[in-house]
């Protein structure tokens, strides 16, 4: 195996700024055609693309540390065990009469044995293991009612994995009817595998509910709020858009396990959880115990994009469950509607009726109205009590997820116009399916041309490789038709679905050297995201992914900082470039693109060298006035096309930043082996 031989940041500004003649290989000369600006680059045209699989909500994003909190997922003592395996409980049962409401009906009813020694109680294991650190503070909450005996209160403590107290509470003032009570634990122990243990003080029975413990640092310090390092990860790429809820959850392996948006605003205690489609997608990746919470529902969805100045573009179920299951079709009209998308919410039952198309449009009107409708109409007032009384300014939706055929066409057709009826200002994403090429592809870029689409969703997984291959895909494209968003795109080092795939510097780069066609297409592509963002280390089922964590720490894999890259130095407007020769984009492995950054005055070129030498290039920016005499160069660069991050090594590959001289209006920089470089230069027109 090759050594890893990242350049220090000293090295590469030494190699960047090596002229031409210290080098054996003459200099690649490229042209940037600076005076000549061509189509303007979408400000939201680097963005997010989330969904909850690998644990990316409930486990990730969405802090809370209890795992069924409410018992209402089915068996309701998924994450839970009694204490010394039931010793001193005659019985611990979910139970459903006369719960906290009708939504949260299940509560777990506890008995302890008379005379019995030790502890009484039960304990909660988290997500594989609760994060917890040293003089943190963790707000627990539940509901309890006492029954026959005298059980006033419980103790609630932070236990580590040698079984030693992290911290602990008492709560007590138990009564016969349910009351919420809250008290706040202080961590005295750093560990991303503890649990809690709640005991209780005197025998009886007693019931509880909604055991929840959350930690008091969230993002903006927020109750309910996200988790702070993966919020930062995000707002570190400066999103210009923020997909969500997928991917395929959108669609649910059948309709009823649909992603249904309007039953995960309002009470969190009140939202009912639902099985995640993807426990057990993968036979190789099972995780039978993956639900969804919906603590992170759609009100933290649009506060999320607000914090992180993305735009919301929110994916929405078009009548078809997914295609790779059952492909179950909800009915064209208003036919065989019982009762409209809340109905059926007894527990473990998301409205289970048989929804037509209109429901699932109706759903979509009113989501708009949700995001944007004054604080006087329906939806919006839910919002507003909400706490955001301000509109979240939504501009766009998409029609389905990954969806084919003529069943989508003939769906998305009614959809489409029922929402530009209504809303004419929404941009509408629509689906060409899941593969890139091919008939079904062909079919659906062909209408959704003809019916004049907003934007076409395209997605691509496929090996490193063929996104080298693929840089020119977009130089073929008709203007003037639908824009295209490449919605979910990763490199796969093994193959699509293969559990050995890795996030290779391969893959990165690769990515990077295909983005290079993304940019220099400004004009046809207007929003790109890879996919998926998230995974925890303990829990994934689809790799690779963004960025990875465990219950405390996370880092960006290198496609991660290829993406932030262009994020960050996305500019404004596309500036020709010619490559050495005129040769294609992508020949001899050299790949370049470059913008304009009006706002800032300067010229930015990214060049990929997916070779294993240095190359010097020579890029003469013709046209370009009031060039600076130095540039900053931002460049990714690994010898080994095997380096990946961890959390021992979250940022073993990372940007390096350097400085490099200009003389004249060429530049004169050597690339490094396996390398991604981002030149910035004031060069004012
Ligand atoms: O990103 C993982 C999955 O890949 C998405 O859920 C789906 O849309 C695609 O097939």
Known sequence: MRSTTRLPALGLALLGTLGASAQSAAPASLTVQVNKPGAAVNKNMYGLFFEDINFAADGGLYPELVKNKSFEINPGLIGWRALQGAANLDAYAVRNEQGISQN??????????????????????????????????YTLSFYARRGAGDINGLTASLVGQRGESLGQVAVSGFTNEWKKYTAVVKATGTQNKAHLKLVLTGTGTVDLDVVSLYPKDTWNKRPNGLRTDLVQLLKDMKPGFLRFPGGCIVEGRTLSERYQWKETIGDVAARLPMINRWNMEFRHRSTPDYYQSFGLGFFEYFQLSEDIGAEPLPILNVGMACQYNSGELAPMGSASTKGGPNAGTAPHDHATDDPSLDVFIQDALDLIEFANGPATSPWGAKRAAMGHPAPFNLKMIGVGNEQWGPQYLERYIPFAKAVKAKYPGIDLVSSAGPSPDGELFDTASKRLGELKAD???????????????????????????????????????????????KNTWDCAISEAAFMTGLERNADVVGM????????????????????????????????YY???????????????????????????????????????????????????????????????????????????????????NSLKEPKKLAPQEATFAVKGSTLSYTLAPYSFTVLRVAGKR
């Open 562 to 644: 290829v993406q932030q890259l262009y994020s960050l130095n996305k500019g404004t407007k596309v500036l020709p470039v010619t490559m050495p020769g005129g040769a294609k984009n992508g020949a001899d492995n050299l790949f370049a693109s470059a913008v304009a950054d009006e706002p800032t005055g300067e010229v930015v070129v990214k060049l990929v060298n997916y070779s294993a030498t240095p190359r010097p290039v020579s890029i003469s920016l013709a046209g370009a006035k009031g060039l600076g005499k130095t540039g900053r160069a931002q460049t990714l660069a690994s010898a080994d096309l095997q380096t990946q």
């Open 528 to 559: 790109a995201s890879y996919a998926p963002l998230f995974a925890n280390v303990d829990a994934w089922q689809w790799t690779p992914d963004l960025i990875w964590f465990d219950n405390l720490n996370s880092y960006g894999s290198p496609s």
């Open 455 to 501: 934007y076409i969703d395209e997605h691509y997984y496929a090996k490193a490789d063929w996104f080298r291959q693929n840089v020119g895909r977009y130089d073929k494209y008709a203007r003037g038709g639908p824009k295209i968003f490449a919605g979910e795109y990763a490199a796969q080092s093994v193959n699509t679905g293969s559990e050995n795939n």
């Open 104 to 137: 949260n009906a299940h509560y777990l009813r506890l008995t302890t044995r008379n005379g019995a020694g030790g502890e009484a109680g039960i304990e909660n294991e988290g997500f594989r293991g609760m994060g917890v650190k040293d003089g943190g503070e």
